[in-house]
């Protein structure tokens, strides 16, 4: 399979355009087409899931998972007991993809290598579906899952409550959720976590290698630099970091999970596949190379960790060079560079840490001040 930055996907010798038709088919949705050419990563026989202790688990939430935009305004507008309704009148009726599928289609591709390599290891991903939701509605999630092929085992309905002590029961590695209020409590509890969001464009993703790109500070690494720029400007931010290249930063809540990644990548290396790892990791950062880049890549060194490209966009738009990465998933602690991601099809996340989240307040506050006085 070969995907190239233009907008065909080439799968088998057949070629599949941005809107996912072939001249076979141009109706069939791009995740259709894929599955027809290509051997589902979920095999006939499901293999026994790891152990949680053993696994790098990833918690997703229905929402994210499938696109639940319709029954998420009938909950809004007509209440708990006509959703429950709703849901089991259509449990036959699988739901759409939503902004995490390809993300978890992507983790199951890699699993199913890493069985081929070492077939007795448990260090594999575990998805684990994270919902709110009644367990009067299982039954339309799970008809979704095996219509769709997805090795999902492992479900926690909440009923409501808060999801936070099952993902520490699970060592939830990353947690990817629609309720901003529930990614926030996470992050306060030490849980790497972001917000998703249903976007009406999402991009091509490779169906053989996991990308996953991330921002450099208050994601990967603490605020602390994000702080003396935010206080001081530009210049002073610049002074800081080249008084401080030699210091490590302190790390971020994403740190955890890049690590994670980087453990099972050092297992495709031990097998000679550097070169041909599936997976592939970015930093995608405001910072510039030249002032303060040094600082970001000692930090990554000093941890013990690489990251496979960095890009210093020295305060460019991230968007476009994310449309030419098309990870399958992209992490930003401020909203203005995860819209402009999604706007060109990058599925981004917000993650809503650091000093970045209380400047913004602030702004929408002083906004609504100043709205009032007129």
């Known amino acids: 399979m070969n995907l190239n930055n233009g907008q065909t996907l080439t799968v088998g010798g057949q070629d599949l355009t941005r809107n996912g038709s072939n001249s076979r088919s141009s109706n069939r949705a791009p995740w259709e087409d894929a599955r027809i050419v290509l051997k589902p990563s979920t095999p006939t026989r499901k293999p026994k899931p790891p152990k949680p202790e053993n696994a790098i688990t990833i918690a997703v939430s229905s929402r994210v998972l499938f696109?639940?935009?319709?029954?998420?305004?009938?909950?809004?507008?007509?209440?708990?007991?006509?959703?429950?309704?709703?849901?089991?009148?259509?449990?036959?009726?699988?739901?759409?993809?939503?902004?995490?599928?390809?993300?978890?289609?992507?983790?199951?591709?890699?699993?199913?290598?890493?069985?081929?390599?070492?077939?007795?290891?448990?260090?594999?991903?575990?998805?684990?579906?994270?919902?709110?939701?009644?367990?009067?509605?299982?039954?339309?999630?799970?008809?979704?899952?095996?219509?769709?092929?997805?090795?999902?085992?492992?479900?926690c309905m909440t009923g409501g409550n808060s999801p936070i002590g099952y993902l520490k029961a699970y060592h939830t590695n990353l947690y990817l959720s629609a309720d901003a209020s529930k990614v926030r409590e996470a992050l306060e509890e030490g849980i790497a976590a972001a917000t998703m969001f249903t976007r009406e464009k999402m991009k091509e993703v490779s169906e053989t290698q996991l990308r996953v790109a991330f921002d450099g500070d208050a994601v990967l690494f603490s605020d602390e630099s994000e702080r003396i720029f935010k206080a001081h400007g530009l210049d002073k931010f610049f002074e800081h970091e080249k008084a401080h290249e030699n210091k490590p930063l302190d790390h971020g809540p994403l740190k955890g999970f890049l690590e994670a990644l980087g453990k099972l990548q050092k297992k495709f290396y031990g097998k000679g596949q550097r070169m041909d790892c599936p997976i592939r990791t970015y930093l995608v950062t405001a910072r510039s190379a030249a002032s303060s880049g040094t600082r970001a890549l000692k930090t990554l060194r000093s941890w013990g960790l690489e990251i496979d490209e960095a890009l210093f966009l020295a305060g460019a738009p991230k968007g476009p060079m994310l449309e030419k990465i098309r990870p399958h998933i992209f992490f930003d602690d401020q909203m203005f560079h995860v819209e402009g991601a999604a706007e060109l099809g990058t599925v981004a996340c917000h993650v809503p840490y650091g000093i970045a989240q209380r400047v913004a307040k602030k702004e929408m506050k002083d906004k609504e001040t100043s709205s009032a006085l007129k």
């Open 67 to 155: 696109n639940m935009e319709k029954e998420q305004q009938i909950y809004e507008q007509q209440g708990m007991e006509e959703y429950i309704k709703y849901q089991v009148e259509h449990e036959t009726e699988p739901l759409s993809p939503g902004p995490a599928f390809s993300f978890v289609k992507a983790l199951e591709a890699v699993n199913t290598q890493l069985r081929e390599l070492y077939p007795e290891s448990e260090e594999l991903f575990d998805v684990v579906l994270m919902t709110n939701n009644h367990a009067y509605v299982g039954l339309r999630l799970i008809n979704t899952i095996n219509h769709h092929q997805l090795f999902i085992e492992r479900f």
